[in-house]
């Protein structure tokens, strides 16, 4: 057994049962595991992932072991590893450091766990273990051969490192894949913040005033699946453009400070901090619902909430109330954190398989082109997104048409006119 830190090994069989399960809603996945088993494209090489320790995340770890690496895991946020799939992993052979519900402490003491492993491709999820390896491990730095950003925060905080010049290594952006942001981001977000937000509270959705805060591409699924269920949804936006498409998709569009005093449930999805602040807690309903989707637990500013709230009481295993002076309730999901992952189980398994088959294949990518990439934030190369979206139509069963050489010739042209 490798080195690991798991909250209970006897949860192993559990967890190998939610691995099955997953793996059989992820084809593209088990597709490239399959060629990956073959062809060993990782054969040798120390990998390093933080990432949420889900069951999809476990498929993805299984494949990139099935290529032959030797893969260490930490979780990307201290509330949202299942313990049983971090159980199954550690029998598998992974060096998992990974329990639900860490201190800050212990989360990074796992992020320095997996950095002593050495590894040479690093898989992270919010860039956490990007920037602790630059850091404090400097000596590892020359040795990486890539790194892949599964986020949009993490993408932002790992371009502002290429833009201050200390970024070291090569990263891909698995996050700007089409297969990847149109998907995740927007569906698999969408479902499973509601699908949090209704296993937390079981509040009825249909005639309730939901806000979104941010209208990317987390706040488009989250607006839609939540008017789906009969919302009444109302957008904040800081950008005139996002905040004009929300309009014209008939949402309500309105600064925050007007929609605390009418909203029932808000949900932050902006990647950016003190979204709801002191002065939008002040006014809002007895009983309003506060959830977020964004990466990091800084857009519901806690500290507001504390110092607002007179006492704080949890009244469901996901659900704090914050009792103001006047008596007023304030109910908190999930901490502050990514409510899918701490209130449910995150993206379904059908949306992973893409974003994890992008990981997969950039590892593969970033293997065969060593030492040509720069140290900069690249794209996703067009041939993985495409391969991709190929696989996962073939695996849907569905068939597109393709163009003739002629229009081809003619999509390329400038002559042909009216
Ligand atoms: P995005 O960049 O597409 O959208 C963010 C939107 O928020 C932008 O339209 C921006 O103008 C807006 N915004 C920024 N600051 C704002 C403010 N103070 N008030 C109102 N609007 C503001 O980003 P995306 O992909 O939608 O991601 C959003 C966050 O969700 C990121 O932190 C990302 O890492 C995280 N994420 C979470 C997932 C989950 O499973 N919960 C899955 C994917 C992403």
Known sequence: MPDFKVADLDLAPEGRKLIEWAEAHMPV???????FAREKPLEGLKVGCCLHVTKETAVLVRTLMAGGADVALCGSNPLSTNDAVAAALVEDGVRVFAWRGQSKDDYYWCIRQVLSHGPRLVHDDGADLIVTLHEERRDLLRGVISGFEETTTGVIRLKAMERDGVLAFPIIAVNEARTKRLFD???????????????ATNVLLAGKTVVVCGYGWCGRG?????????????????????????????????????????????????????????????????????????????????P???????????????????????????????????????????????????????????????????????????????????????????????????????????????????
């Open 29 to 35: 996945l088990m597709r490239i595991r399959e060629r």
């Open 304 to 418: 507001d909430l504390e110092e607002l709230a007179v006492r704080k009481e949890r009244v469901r295993p996901c659900v704090d109330a914050y009792v103001l002076p006047d008596g007023r309730k304030l109910y908190l999901l999930g901490e502050g954190r990514l409510v899918n992952l701490v209130c449910a189980d995150g993206h379904p398994p059908d949306v992973m398989d893409m974003s994890f088959a992008n990981q997969a294949l950039c590892a593969e990518y970033a293997v065969k082109h060593e030492g040509e990439l720069e140290p900069r934030v690249y794209l996703v190369p067009e041939e993985v997104d495409m391969a991709v979206a190929r696989l996962k139509l073939e695996a849907l069963g569905v068939r597109i048409d393709e163009l003739t050489p002629e229009q081809k010739a003619y999509l390329e042209s400038w002559r042909l006119g009216t």
């Open 185 to 199: 981001n927007r569906y698999g977000t969408g479902q499973s913040v509601v699908d949090g937000l209704m296993r």
């Open 222 to 302: 989250i607006a839609m699946r939540a008017r789906g269920l009969g919302a009444h949804v109302i957008v904040c936006e800081v950008d005139p453009v996002k905040a004009l498409e929300a309009v014209m998709d008939g949402y309500q569009v309105m600064p925050l400070r007007e929609a605390a005093k009418v909203g029932d449930i808000f949900i932050t999805a902006t990647g950016c901090e003190k979204v709801i602040r002191r002065e939008h807690m002040e006014l809002m309903k007895d009983g309003a619902i506060l959830a977020n989707a964004g990466h990091f637990n800084v857009e519901i500013w806690l």
